[in-house]
């Protein structure tokens, strides 16, 4: 409801239910706070897409943006505190994201594909139920 109508939306997910243990405010804020900043990175114009996919043991989130990317050299300082490109930025967004995948999720979140000016990819690996 925040974003701009520039922003087109794509959810890709599975027919059957997939299930994992969350919390679903933290996991919650976790997925916005991945939303804002690919909405961020596009400048609000552009594709965001969200897609759920099974894979063995593990439930994929990937969370796709077309904006400015993410230089490779960059992919694991991101979740550093106090890393930021945003002028307000205060650099914690995505080192909690980490800290709720990662330490109370027992999950992974990662930067898997990033392309300077065609856009990032971030995934989340949760256990499947």
Known sequence: NRSSK????????????????LNQPLYSWT???LVK???????G?????MEIV?????VRILVKDNGKGI????????????YTTKTRGWGLGLSLAKRI???YHKGKIKVLFSEIDKGAT???KLKRL
Do not use: C, H
């Not at 900043?37 to 400048?43: E, R, S, T, V």
């Open 54 to 58: 099974r894979s063995g043991p593990w």
């Open 71 to 82: 230089a490779l050299n960059n992919f694991k300082t991101v979740f550093k505190p106090g």
């Open 31 to 33: 997925i916005e706070n």
């Open 101 to 103: 995948i990662e330490d």
């Open 6 to 21: 520039l922003i087109e939306f794509t959810l890709d997910i599975p027919e059957e239910a997939t299930y994992v243990m």
């Open 45 to 49: 114009k552009g594709q965001l897409q």
């Open 37 to 43: 900043n690919g909405i961020d990175a596009m400048k």
């Open 122 to 124: 971030f995934e989340i």
